[in-house]
């Protein structure tokens, strides 16, 4: 009898072994088939369905070696379904939940692409709406997603996308901080006119508008009396563009401010 118990015992024990290896199989099996159907709806164009199959993929095998793929391309189905808002949560999740993942550099591009799209009228300039009412945050946090790519990845299949789309990002951020000045200059609020172009020349001093924001604070602190800074913004005006006809005050008073450049 002695003998017979330890052997039922590793019986039963070998049975719960293939038991719970046939419910990893099937486990397996089930998110394979859910993720291939995410994956032709995905390709299909029918990016709704498919980030409903992906959430129920995350959702009922959050493990699974299925799971973690099914996050990022969930996301890029939220971005294609013109849902900026969830696929921006599907992405911090995943770059959260896996700052080692070998896409997390995707997973940046993709954050940086879904900001870059949401504010389309603010980047294209031709909406009417007057731009100084508008705050560029979405161009703001493309940016910061693009150049986290670049420095953490640089040699990164989708780095030099990024890097022409970081370019045209701080000319149009200078630009913004620009129609703001004039918005300002045009209203007597001279000091506000100074501050805005000053943060052109310091935070985006590369781009083209440098010279129009170095001549609005020329114009703006001799409309305020404060005629050393004005000496120092127009030396420096005169000497880094000495053909310079930006400081014609009437262009700055009568047009808007984007037809100097």
């Not at 030099?160 to 007597?188: C, I, K, P, T, W």
């Amino acid at each position: 009898m002695k003998r017979i118990v330890p052997l039922i015992v590793a019986m039963l024990l070998a049975g719960c072994g293939t038991f719970g290896q046939k419910g990893e199989q099937n486990e397996q099996a089930s998110a394979e088939k859910i993720y291939r159907e995410a994956k032709s709806e995905l390709d299909s164009g029918n990016y709704q369905t498919a980030a409903k199959l992906y959430e129920s993929l995350t959702a009922r095998f959050p493990y699974g070696r299925y799971a973690q793929q099914a996050e990022i391309e969930m996301a890029y189905a939220h971005y294609k379904d013109n849902e900026p808002t969830l696929a921006l949560a599907a992405i911090d999740r995943f770059i959260k939940q896996h700052p080692s993942h070998p896409n997390v550099d995707y997973a940046y591009y993709l954050k940086g692409l879904v900001n870059f799209l949401e504010d389309r009228t603010f980047l294209s300039f031709i909406s009417k709406q007057d731009l100084s009412e508008r705050d560029p945050k979405s161009a703001r946090e493309s940016f910061e997603a693009f150049r986290e790519l670049v420095n953490r990845f640089p040699s990164s299949r989708y780095a030099e996308d990024a890097r022409l789309r970081m370019a045209f990002l701080v000319s149009a951020l200078a630009q913004n901080e620009l129609h703001v000045a004039g918005y300002y200059y045009r209203r007597g609020a001279y000091l506000a006119t100074a501050n805005r172009a000053k943060t052109v020349v310091e935070q985006y001093p590369h781009t083209k508008h440098v010279e129009t924001a170095l001549a609005a604070m020329v114009l703006s602190y001799d409309k305020l009396g404060m005629t050393e800074l004005r000496d120092d913004a127009k030396r420096v005006l005169l000497k880094n563009y000495p053909g310079t006809n930006a400081l014609q005050s009437e262009l700055f008073a009568e047009k808007p401010w984007w037809h100097l450049w």
